[in-house]
Structure formats: structure tokens, C-alpha cells
């Protein structure tokens, strides 16, 4: 059974830095894992992803500079480094697994954990 927990959300002020964990479990293959962020009363987004090998990664344009995404392959674990956190970017960041497929869309992850809240205050 696949199951992807995330950790490391919390409540910060503007400028601050929070670094996201997503830990995976009952993987077999992953061609990558992204993060996604849902605000109250938005659609979700994409936020970042890490191809697993060779560990190319991807950005929306409102984190890049900001955000950086990486991964463990030994700990089957992906990380996102949230720096200059901004009132904007609070929202429920939600990790997933895609086999294949584009990075940048939902429909591509097939597996999903259950979110973190991440509060900037300004």
C-alpha cells in the first residue's frame, strides 16, 4: 500500500523559511514527486517537482527563486525549502507521486498524502 505522509507546515511571518518533508512508502517506481498547494477558496497548483533520476527539477514561476525542491532516493523522501515566505503563498501543500507523465499537472500523480497547512502571517 502506498501511502505519502508530509510534515513540516506550520504557522510563520513573512520572510520566513519552513522546509516540507514528504516521506513515501510501498513504492515500487517513481518517476517523480511534486508538491502542490491549495488556498481557501482556489483551485490546487503546482508549486515544484523532482524527477526522480536524474533529479531535474520544475517550478511555477511564483516560487522559483524562492522554493527549492530535492530528494533522498535512499529515504525515498522529497523535501521543499521554502525561503522569503510570503502571505500569499499560505495554503495546504500536498505531495504526490507520478509514474509518468507531465510534471506539471494534476492528472499525472496518482498517489497523494494528505496535507500540511503553511500559514504566513504578514
Known amino acids: 500500500q502506498v501511502q505519502l505522509v508530509e510534515s513540516g507546515g506550520g504557522l510563520v511571518q513573512a520572510g520566513d523559511s519552513l522546509r516540507l518533508s514528504c516521506v513515501a512508502s510501498g513504492l515500487i517506481n517513481t518517476y517523480a514527486m511534486g508538491w502542490f498547494r491549495q488556498a481557501p477558496g482556489k483551485e490546487r497548483e503546482f508549486v515544484a517537482a523532482i524527477r526522480w533520476n536524474p533529479g531535474s527539477t520544475s517550478y511555477a514561476d511564483s516560487v522559483k527563486g524562492r522554493f527549492t525542491i530535492s530528494r533522498d532516493n535512499a529515504k525515498n523522501t522529497a523535501y521543499l525549502q521554502m525561503n522569503s515566505l510570503k502571505p500569499e503563498d499560505t495554503a495546504v501543500y500536498y505531495c504526490?507521486?507520478?509514474?509518468?507523465?507531465?510534471?506539471?499537472?494534476?492528472?499525472?500523480?496518482?498517489?497523494w498524502g494528505q496535507g500540511t497547512q503553511v500559514t504566513v502571517s504578514s
Open positions: 504526490a507521486t507520478a509514474l509518468y507523465g507531465s510534471v506539471w499537472v494534476q492528472e499525472s500523480y496518482h498517489y
